[in-house]
């Protein structure tokens, strides 16, 4: 009698957005789903709220793709996601060319295949005497190898371990005829995910909570180009019918008109889902300057590899998986002229949605690595966008090509530090950053970006900016206070929705938005001794038209002076209307 397996799991209690929260991070990218991973009770209640009963999806694509889920630290990660699975370079094993019509006498017709050091033969009996017969041959023999004719202008035998094999070797023996005249390895390695390094590295930089967003399995590192522009479409658009695409084609996508907020959440698609994210306030994609990057190089070239005897002993690999952990021999990727046109495509869409229907939520990009022929005048100018400059070398980065990792999750966990210490409406700048052991060192880029940089042993942000070409709104910390009013006046609005306008109900508007502004001043973030000099509300008669009393809009205006040295700001707040609309004088863009 077999006995059943009991498996006992910590209860947590149901995550309940807090609109006043302001750290929280969601991660849209692509990360691998751990197999075998028991979605906890808590995560299944979250989908059911956003889902209902159909968060279900495909056996081949997993539960939580294109779902979002909360978690509060790496180990909650790291349970349902495979974080180390990615593959970094496939294990191809290329033959030379054949000849249309192969030998079918005085030749072996045994095959030996090696897939991590274990030996395994092919009886090619009868000898096939095309290439297509003799991958039809091979690939009947069931092994867990895919083989193909390759892609060049004569047929040539090609075998990889496929990628859901993961780290290993394939070694095919010296069989002249077949086009090997020698023995011929390729090994693949298992290495973090762009993601898993992100999220790592966000709750170490100070993070407490972020949201992920699983849009796909990670490409292998060494992709090509149209493959990783089909997995950026993947990721912010939609699920592309080709596995590659071209510049042109997505750029295209990019142009498609975007999801408009809609009740039913089984609609939405990636960035979207930040529609029904309240507490969220921060938006990564840190698969971006990779897959919008060319093919990437090699460090070196390999040192040539002596040829070996032709002994059964001698062309055995080695079964041991040594060095996983070494560097990769792979470059960092760097981003060309082409590279900045689709990742300032991108920035535009995340942009363009977020002005349009999540004026509370703001984009933290990274600076990509640049060729001499790339520019940074496309970046695009917003107060819903800041840049992280600076790639940075962690204790999550080491496995990654050169060691490098892109800073805009550093920015995100570091905003996320600052804002729980010490509010959003402060500049990050003031705290050092941790949890980071050196940054690349190269010219400035000349635009208003965050920097990271090394001083004293210490690492600092150059500032705490937005890209927006208004001076106003260049300061993060305005940029946030003004998120942080807006959410206070949905809350307001949605707990007054069925009571009548008047004057009691203003009354109750401008005490609650006046609070909120005494709280935010008396910690430093408004000049001035108070009221009238530090900021201002009013909700009556003056700030409503009788067409807005008529059809329900009730709007506040709100005045502050922000510590920065700008004019006083000036807002007019829908309590009731539009999603996210920002109404009148100083609204940011």
Wanted: glycine fraction near 8%; proline fraction near 9%; charge should be negative.
């Amino acid at each position: 009698m077999t006995a059943t397996a009991i498996r006992f799991e910590d209860h947590a209690l149901p995550n309940q957005p807090d609109p006043t929260r302001m750290d929280v991070t969601c991660f849209f990218g692509l990360i691998a789903e751990r197999s075998g991973a028991v979605v906890p009770q808590s995560v299944r209640d979250e989908l059911r709220r956003f889902f209902g009963d159909s968060d279900a999806k495909p056996a081949r694509a997993g539960p939580l793709l294109n779902r979002p889920v909360t978690i509060r630290n790496v180990a909650e990660f790291e349970a349902l996601y495979n974080a180390d699975a990615r593959v970094e370079a496939r294990a191809v094993v290329r033959g030379g060319d054949l000849p249309d019509g192969l030998p079918t006498l005085g030749v072996s017709p045994t095959l030996f295949i090696v897939i991590d050091g274990e030996i395994h033969e092919i009886d090619l009996t009868p000898l096939p005497a095309t290439p297509a017969a003799l991958v039809e041959r091979i690939a009947a023999a069931g092994l867990r190898i895919e083989v193909s004719l390759g892609s060049g202008p004569r047929p040539a035998l090609t075998m990889a371990l496929p990628l859901s094999h993961g780290a290993g070797s394939l070694t095919v023996l010296p069989y002249p005829s077949l086009g090997f005249p020698d023995a011929r390895r390729a090994s693949a390695r298992t290495v973090p995910s762009v993601m898993a390094q992100a999220v790592r590295q966000f709750f170490a930089s100070g993070g407490r909570q972020a949201v992920i967003v699983r849009m796909g399995d990670p490409l292998p590192y060494d992709s090509t180009r149209e493959e990783r522009r089909a997995a950026l479409i993947r990721i912010v658009v939609e699920e592309p019918e080709q596995a590659e695409l071209s510049h042109e084609e997505a750029l295209a996508a990019l142009s498609t008109p975007l999801l408009e907020p809609v009740a039913d959440a089984q609609f939405r698609y990636g960035p979207a889902h930040a529609y029904g994210l309240a507490d969220t306030t921060f938006l990564c994609l840190p698969d971006l300057p990779e897959l919008v990057a060319p093919r990437p190089g090699l460090t070196a070239m390999p040192a040539p590899v002596p040829e070996p005897e032709a002994t059964f002993a001698e062309c055995l690999p080695d079964p041991s998986p040594g060095g996983q952990a070494a560097a990769s021999s792979f470059l960092a990727p760097v981003a060309d002229a082409e590279s900045m046109v689709l990742w300032s495509a991108v920035i535009d869409r995340m942009i363009g949605m977020l002005r349009q229907y999540e004026r509370d939520k703001f984009l933290v990009a990274a600076l990509p690595r640049l060729t001499n022929d790339a520019t940074t005048a496309a970046v695009p100018h917003s107060a819903f966008l800041q840049v992280a400059e600076g790639w940075l070398v962690t204790a999550f980065s080491q496995l990654a090509p050169e060691g490098l990792m892109p800073p805009d999750s550093v920015l995100a966990g570091h905003l996320a530090r600052s804002t729980l210490r010490r509010g959003t409406f402060l500049s990050a700048a003031s705290l050092p950053l941790s949890a980071l052991r050196s940054v690349e060192t190269k010219p400035a880029s000349g635009i208003r970006t965050v920097r990271i940089f090394r001083h004293q042993g210490t690492f600092r942000l150059s500032g705490d900016y937005t890209t927006s070409a208004d001076p106003v709104w260049t300061d993060g910390p305005v940029a946030r206070l003004m998120a942080l009013l807006l959410r206070q006046a949905r809350e307001i609005g949605q707990s007054i929705v069925f009571e009548p306008s008047g004057p009691s109900l203003w009354a109750r508007i401008t005490a609650s938005m006046e609070g909120l502004l005494e709280a935010v001043r008396a910690a430093g973030a408004l000049a001035g001794e108070g009221p009238p000099t530090s900021y201002s509300v009013r909700c009556d008669t003056t700030t409503m038209t009788q067409d807005d009393l008529d059809n329900g809009r009730l709007i506040a205006e709100v005045r502050f002076r922000p510590t920065i040295p700008v004019q006083s700001i000036v807002v007019r707040l829908p309590i009731t209307g539009d999603r996210g609309q920002v109404i009148g004088v100083g609204g940011p863009a």
